[in-house]
């Protein structure tokens, strides 16, 4: 079992930044690959980044491509998403998620433990 907790999230600015943090316990966290998703109201779920095992590799929606940033602290089972060049689009409950087994990144099922999530508002 793994349990994870988000935080980080507030109301910021447009143009503003935040950096989330999901603290992991529980299983071995640097085994596995972690993700960040969000859910804006009335919408699905949706990838946002993901990072592999050792941090080697990651991936990022296109829409936050070259504003977002995922990295993992295996010492401290921590992740964080530095999100800079907030926009409105971007408001949504964030969430992060484990990935035990093999699976797409991309693929919310592929997940298996998630957080309890923390809002993103950005204001325009």
């Known amino acids: 079992q793994v349990q994870l907790v988000e935080s980080g999230g507030g109301l910021v600015q447009a143009g503003g930044s935040l950096r989330l943090s999901c603290a992991a316990s529980?299983?071995?966290?640097?085994?596995?690959?972690m993700g960040w998703f969000r859910q804006a109201p009335g919408k699905e779920r949706e990838f946002v980044a993901a990072?592999?095992?050792?941090?080697?590799?990651?991936y990022y929606a296109d829409s936050v491509k070259g504003r977002f940033t995922i990295s993992r602290d295996n010492a401290k089972n921590t992740v964080y998403l530095q999100m800079n060049s907030l926009k409105p689009e971007d408001t949504a409950v964030y969430y992060c998620?484990?990935?035990?087994?093999?699976?797409?990144?991309?693929?919310?099922?592929?997940?298996?433990?998630w957080g309890q999530g923390t809002q993103v508002t950005v204001s325009s």
């Open positions: 998620a484990v990935k035990v087994y093999s699976g797409s990144y991309y693929y919310s099922p592929a997940y298996d433990y």
């Open positions: 990072i592999s095992w050792s941090g080697d590799n990651t």
């Open positions: 529980g299983r071995t966290f640097s085994s596995y690959a």
